[in-house]
């Protein structure tokens, strides 16, 4: 029994696998000839297609929710804490599909399959550049809709998500509101602010900014691989939080030899730090999808631009608990316990529960494991 | 007796002043051979020298607290509404100085007067660039404290500053605790935090990302404007807060004809105004000197860096009232409050009071005039 419970705690190899779609015709009315997006999964469809739970990612994230595609992956799945045989999603119970988006960042890890800006345009055989249509989070929705339809699933037991993800299961609750049963949206509101919508734009700004970028005709040249990262920078800044930064890096120098103060080109060591890991992540993306992406989440607004989402919330029916990071600067947490009065007040079986930690946004990720029981157990009833 | 009252509520006509310093040292060793900076006064120093309050700059500042230079000026100075005769910061009483930073912005308002990387280096006859040396928060005050040396004013009733102006109250405390009789520090921390280092390298980095940077060699040539006013717009953000840039703006387009979902460079309106406001400031700025400026602030951590306050706050004695916006996202209340808490256990003679604004960091300027009463009566005591 002890061996069999340490094998139970991943869901082991997983397999990427690809869906494509053609003449599909955006929310903003323009038509795709081909879009493609990867997905995965991890447990078993039972018979009757009833216990599906899908997974839609994190603004800078993707299908890879669990598992590892190869035994030596440095790293598995963003969620493989919470998603596996007893874990909190549990695979011993239920099929877990992980999606990727559209305009997907990470087009360069080799392993993500999105449509955007850099795909080839089958009308030009050139990359689409900023000719690519704006899509938004309904796009992505309306894409994972028609791979359940392939799949043959006609209910989901839950959509569950963090931060972008999180908004994509309020379009799912609103959307198709007969067919999900529950949504956890984790870190996220139905309703995107404008204070949100001003803090994406210093994510994409700087890619516009680099020498680089030449209205996004970039392909085959040097790319604006400078402004991707800072704006990577500025993402990771708004997903961190004070209490967390000054605890991992204080105030030292890069280099201890090296003093700010002695000269301009002299780094601290948190800037650096987190510069590094911008960059990291940058080096895995395309510098125009950060465009698109960003819009993507600019336009999740309630009502409107295509956003299934009713401001009244009244169109969501599904048992919701909503997941708050309690020091999170993107999503305040007072604005995620309005959207579950909202939804109290219109007869929703909702609840509201805080993650308490100092880790900022990032916790939605990082601490996950602390919202195990509550998950478990919402799925459960 | 109402006609008086109205002409005695301003300052009237100020007039900018110079103060000139040969062969300054800086914190960090290096020596400028000229250094310059601006000021003005309001109000008359009396025969004692006894009743003058210093006003150091926020960030994007400079030494126009209050009045005008002209009758058609379209504004006063920024504090206009707590400095002048009968205000809070009664000039009638006082003896009231502003003063312009080393490395400040405004170097293209016509009216600033600093030295920093856009002067003259008189060794080589060209802008220094970025060869001028790293100076911070400390060098401004030394500099604040030899033109007082001239002036011949050995005490001061007070000094008051918003921001970095705060920073500098808090140095002078530490610095000349002889001199200084009462500190007004208003939304600021006398050591910088971790995350306040990465936040203000969002406002100095996209500098750097312009084509036309070219480390620091642009004058005479295209400057990197369009990264400094990126940076303004980083910085413009975090000054704000949620509920003031939702209640602002809202979600609208920038053009109503133009929808955000129809075209990747179509622009939301709370995007695109807030881009406006933060090139307008850049356009009075030097881009190298916002690098500078940067550096000064990030530099200004208690007990490192050739700062003279004692991370313990041992070493201040004047009495101490500390004012903080409810909301400001660049220096959280609870940091304040923190600082309060240990200057009472050293025995110092402090208060704390909290701004209730939405307005955010930019408070300490636009709604000022709430705090009048609790300024003017710790002045008088």
């Known amino acids: 029994m002890e061996t069999s419970s340490v094998v139970k705690t991943s869901v082991g190899i997983v397999r990427k696998q690809s869906f494509h779609l053609e003449n599909y015709i955006t929310v903003g009315g323009r038509k795709l000839r081909e879009a493609s997006i990867g997905w995965e999964s991890y447990g078993t469809l039972n018979a009757a297609k009833s216990n599906a739970i899908l997974i839609p990612h994190y603004f800078s994230g993707n299908s890879h929710a669990a598992g590892k595609y190869r035994e030596d992956d440095a790293l598995p799945g963003y969620w493989d804490s ?60 309306r894409l994972q809709k028609s791979l359940l339809d392939q799949l043959g699933i006609t209910r989901l037991h839950a959509v569950i998500g963090c931060s972008m993800g999180a908004q994509q299961a309020y379009e799912w609750a609103a959307a198709y509101p007969d067919m999900v049963d529950r949504i956890v949206p ?42 991707a990262a800072l704006g990577y920078y500025n993402l990771l800044i708004d997903s961190l939080h004070p209490e967390l930064i000054a605890t991992l890096y204080g105030h030292a120098a ?32 395309d510098p125009n999808h950060l465009l698109y992406m960003a819009r993507a989440c600019q336009l999740f607004i309630a009502g409107t631009s295509g956003c299934s989402v009713d401001p009244s919330l009244k169109n969501i029916r599904a048992k919701t608990l909503v997941i708050q990071v309690r020091t999170d600067l993107i999503f305040p947490s007072a604005d995620a316990r309005v ?32 919202a195990s029981n509550l998950i478990r157990s919402f799925l459960d009833r």
């Open 82 to 141: 919470i998603i596996g045989p007893g874990k909190a999603i549990d695979t011993n119970k239920y099929f877990v599909i992980g999606v990727d988006s559209l305009t997907n960042l990470n087009t360069k890890d080799g392993i993500t399959i999105t449509t955007g800006p850099s795909s080839i345009n089958p009308d030009s055989g050139k990359p689409y550049g900023m000719t690519f249509p704006v899509v938004t989070l309904p796009d992505f929705v």
């Open 186 to 227: 984790i870190s996220g509101v139905p309703s995107q602010k404008a204070y949100a919508l001003v803090m994406i734009e210093s994510w994409a700004a700087p890619v516009r900014l680099d020498r680089h970028w030449n209205n996004g005709n970039y392909y085959g040249g040097p790319e604006p691989a400078a402004g």
């Open 254 to 285: 890069a280099d201890s030899g090296l003093a700010p103060l002695d000269a301009i080109d002299h780094q601290f060591l948190c800037e650096s730090a987190l510069k590094t890991q911008a960059a990291l992540g940058a080096a895995r993306a």
């Open 339 to 370: 959207v579950v009065a909202k939804l109290k007040e219109n007869g929703t079986d909702a609840e509201f529960h805080e993650l308490d930690s100092s880790g900022g946004h990032l916790a939605i990720v990082n601490e996950i494991h602390k």
